[in-house]
């Protein structure tokens, strides 16, 4: 008699073999969502402390650095109290120092109303785009947190919040590493105030 597999037995390993498929691929798709979920927080923590470095300049020096990316209005601007250093604005970033105090209406600083060159400087600095394809937005912080917006994970809203600057961004579906959730998915939130 020769020797061989029954069909029981080929059953058996391709029942087996498909078990082993199937778990791995469950857990190669929340290794990725975990994955993807880090990097958004990474993201985020990255902005923040752009944030925190640009304002810390503030305090030490009474000015700090607020870049235009391409495709900004490339200019000095009294009235806002930026100076441009260099950059055309066209094919390359517009590198601006700011004195930290003037605003176009001559209202009192705060970090709140600064985050429209905040929001600028963070396009500049991360290369983002004018359009909505790049992570960062400038949308009513209010909106941001509601479930189902941001219409994708990794976007990043910088918005003023009263006097001060509100940085969110929004992880995912089943991101839980964020200091916010809701039904929506996960979020991690900080309040930039003025130094």
Known sequence: ???GFTLIEL???LAILGILIGISISIY??????????????????????????YA????????????????????????????????GYTTKCVKK??????WLNR?????????????HVRAEFNQPTHSGGFVRNDQWQNFLKPNYPERPGI???????????????LGEDCSNGNF???????????????
């Open 1 to 3: 008699m020769k020797k």
């Open 11 to 13: 059953l058996v390993g």
């Open 29 to 54: 798709s929340g290794v990725v969502k975990k994955a993807e979920c880090s990097g958004n927080a990474e993201q985020h923590r990255k902005v923040v402390n752009l944030a925190k470095d640009t």
């Open 57 to 88: 300049f503030c305090s030490l020096n009474g000015s700090t650095y607020m870049n235009s990316p391409p495709g900004s209005t490339c200019r000095s601007n009294s009235s806002s109290g930026m100076t441009k250093i260099s950059g055309d």
């Open 98 to 103: 700011w004195d930290c105090k003037s605003d």
């Open 108 to 120: 009192k600083q705060t970090a709140g109303l600064s985050s429209g060159y905040f929001f600028d």
């Open 156 to 170: 990043t809203n910088i918005r003023d919040k009263g006097d001060d600057m509100h940085i969110a961004t929004f």
């Open 181 to 195: 959730s809701n039904s929506g998915g996960g979020y991690k939130i900080d309040e930039i105030k003025w130094p």
